[in-house]
């Protein structure tokens, strides 16, 4: 927060709604700008923003931004995200919370070993390219213990073509998608796996 500046927070009950307000008067960043890390927030937390957000309660119709409720049909599972690229990361972790998901994010591979022991998710959606232990690496090391044997792996990565496909099938990967990944697609891989 910039010096000077006011930091404040609300959660109010509206109709059966939580309606959240963050103000932060020291940044002057467009409400645009804000509500979109509003949506990163909430799977994070809370810091230098300044904006509203409607929070439906789970009997109400819900706002048309939200996926649609067939989403909902699918099992609910524990997943692990895992990718260097915050902004990816966390992009894809909100929409699999909105299809019905819990989701747990990591950013390196070193982070990605601790939530998957930690945690034992039921699938795992990985970037391949990241500094430090790779997703090579990552899947090699888990597929090692028992605990992971029959976790689905799946890239989630830039890296396309017929080559990338192989390596990433020969290190132990299931699937093989390429940046950005369709909400469709995703929704359908999940259903299949």
């Known amino acids: 927060m910039n010096e000077g500046g006011h930091f404040s927070l609300s959660v109010r009950l509206d109709d059966g709604d939580a309606v959240i307000t963050v103000v932060d008067e020291g940044a002057r960043i467009s409400n645009e700008v804000l509500t979109r890390a509003l949506e990163l927030a909430l799977a994070r937390r809370f ?23 067939t989403y909902r049909a ?77 976790v689905p792996f799946v890239a989630v990565t830039g890296q396309d ?13 299931v699937e093989h998608l390429v940046k950005p990944v369709a909400a469709d697609t995703l929704r359908r891989l999940l259903e299949r796996i």
């Open 47 to 69: 810091t230098e923003r300044n904006y509203t957000v409607r929070m439906p309660h789970e009997n109400r119709h819900r706002q048309p931004s939200m996926p649609p409720p």
């Open 74 to 150: 699918n099992p609910r599972r524990r997943i692990l995200v895992v990718d260097d690229n915050v902004d990816a990361a966390e992009s894809l972790g909100i929409l699999l919370r909105q299809m019905g998901h819990d989701v747990q994010v990591a950013h390196d591979g070193h982070a990605a070993l601790e939530a998957a022991r930690t945690n034992r998710p039921q699938v795992v959606l990985l970037d391949i390219g990241m500094p430090g232990i790779d997703g090579y690496h990552v899947v090699e090391r888990l597929r090692s213990e028992p605990a992971f044997a029959r």
């Open 161 to 173: 073509g017929d080559e990338a496909r192989q390596r990433s099938r020969e290190a132990g990967f």
